[in-house]
């Protein structure tokens, strides 16, 4: 290695792995040092918390405030649930459900969030350190420096001596998902098994098939050769408390097909009517409405995950991820040649899961 007029030192081709490349062109080739010189850090500029005790307290206790403040927004949620419970029929009720719990959910998130960056901003040591890339299982003696990292993050942030924020800050996190467990139980029947629920739909013998929503009846002689139908049971529309919900077990989709293309088991022959067919609309994977036919195909999609049903065959699975073939409902015509159905469906409609419950 040579110096130059001032001192500096010259990287030689020897020297420099990319000046090697040079070295048997000209022995002599001398290269200047290139790679960038690394700055360092900063100089440290002190925090007016870390000049004055004073801000430093203040500091502290804007944190655990916060804390605080996040406990209540979700005792708040959770009071909000009660009070404002969600009426069926009623839009306005879930309206403020929604309203008031969400400001609760909010309110304790941001109080966390926000009282978690003051924290590392104005309390935490603010010191920059190089940590090294090292095998992932560090040798002893590193393992021995982690914990001494790890006990002097904790001094220098004071988990273990401020106890006001470090004891809120839990208190905030384990309060924190209470409002999701509450808000999960809304999700299920309150006070009724959802398996036989879903077994019992409003279809019954003799009740007939009627447009939805407008609640007409339908005579078999209007479905023409190759149209659906979103059907409702007779009575639905004129429900009152609880017809969603009814609804959502006993939608139906009526097709007329010619009766050469059907693949019809043996017991189920009867089930049809002339080539007319009424499946469950409610997807087997989660519940989705399967609302789109193909004729030519004879294929029903449902929109959610692309399942797919083979109307031909018993709406049989053919792509996606639902497991079981959509429930058909028998039907029939009664004497005034409208649609009826003969029974219920056989088998709970909707998401495969509930009949393993
Ligand atoms: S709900 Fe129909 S495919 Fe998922």
Known sequence: MAKDDNGAEDVTAADSPGAQLATSAASTAVVTRDALVNPGFPPHRPRITDLDPKEERKAERTVYTLFYVSIVGSVFAIAAYMAFPIVAEDPGSVRLNNLFIGLGLTLALLAIGIGAVHWGKALMSDHEGVDERHPVRGTEPV????????????????????????????????????????????????????????????????VRLTMDPSGTPIKAADVTLGSSFHVIPEGLSEMGHGRLEEKAKAAVLLIRMDPSDLIEQEDRKSWSYDGIVAYSKICTHVGCPVALYEQQTHHLLCPCHQSQFDVENHCKVIFGPAKRALPQLPIAVDAEGYLIAQSDFTEPVGPSFWERA
């Open 143 to 206: 393992r021995a420096r982690a914990v001494e990292i790890f006990q002097q993050a904790n001094e220098e942030s004071g988990f273990g001596r401020r106890t006001l924020i470090r004891n809120s800050l839990i208190g905030a996190l384990v309060v924190f998902p209470l409002p999701a467990v509450v808000l999960f139980r809304g999700l299920g029947p309150m006070d009724q098994d959802p398996v036989a629920l879903l077994h019992e739909t409003l279809w019954k013998k003799g």
